[in-house]
């Protein structure tokens, strides 16, 4: 890694707007140069096209990459493709399988997001942590995000299988994970990090919207994980 600026390219969960990135980006800021991907509204695109979409804006670069939630998987495929040009992976209340029965995701898929009840979609999302900014910016993004391009991305969800590129990731891995996530559970990522080994899993209190909840520990995290592998480089 050459001398400079240390750089994260942050891929952004099922809205794919990147939008809620707003209050991790302002804490990494001081540490990191942070680029946010922002996916088109295309029910048209699988996860190869997000890979795609990531692998332009990232060019010859060499960079960190976090994959929040959808795209944790994005992550894992383009860090696997780009090899040693990616320094690093987070992976943030994600998953490098489906994280429930294809059957039910295909299901969910069908339903309009607009009539699950707000309390109770913010008690998964957020659990006792959210506020009211945040709940009034997920309802913005609710109300907006195409019942197509949502209704596509869960179904890319219920057939993604990237356990075997995550296992042939040459670069460091951290995975961040909410203790209280019930939207995907911390178990099967766990189980893929013991049986992978060389990747370092931080559990913290919180619900799936971690990194929005709980941005200044997921903040310290990261920070604290580029740059001990930049300082590494640097020596080497």
């Known amino acids: 890694m050459a001398n400079g600026p240390i750089e994260i390219v942050l891929l952004p969960g099922l809205d794919g707007t990147g939008d809620l990135f707003d209050r991790l980006a302002a804490r990494l800021a001081p540490d990191l140069t942070v680029t946010i991907v922002r996916y088109p509204q295309d029910p048209s695109l699988g996860y ?12 010859k670069r060499p960079v960190f990459l976090l994959g929040e939630s959808f795209s944790g ?6 860090a696997t493709q780009l090899g040693r040009q990616v320094q690093g992976v987070v992976l943030a209340a994600t998953f490098v399988k489906n994280p429930w029965p294809g059957c039910f995701i295909r299901r969910a898929a069908l339903v309009d997001p607009r009539t699950t009840p707000p309390r109770l979609r913010d008690a998964v999302l957020m659990g006792p942590f959210g506020d009211p900014e945040l709940v009034k910016k997920v309802e913005g993004i609710v109300a907006t995000l195409s019942r197509s391009v949502r209704a596509s991305r869960l179904k890319a969800i219920a057939e993604v299988d990237v356990r075997r590129d995550f296992d042939q990731l040459v670069c460091p891995i951290l995975v961040l994970h909410g203790r209280g996530d019930w939207l995907v559970r911390k178990s099967p990522i766990q189980r893929a990090v013991c049986e992978r080994g060389r990747a370092r899993m931080v559990v913290i209190p919180g619900a799936h919207m971690l990194l929005q909840t709980r941005s200044a520990e997921a903040a310290a995290e990261i920070v604290n994980f580029t740059k001990s592998i930049a300082e590494a480089h640097h020596e080497a």
């Open 73 to 78: 998987p994005v992550a894992v495929r383009v």
């Open 48 to 59: 190869a096209g997000y890979a795609e979409i990531v692998r332009n804006v990232i060019g």
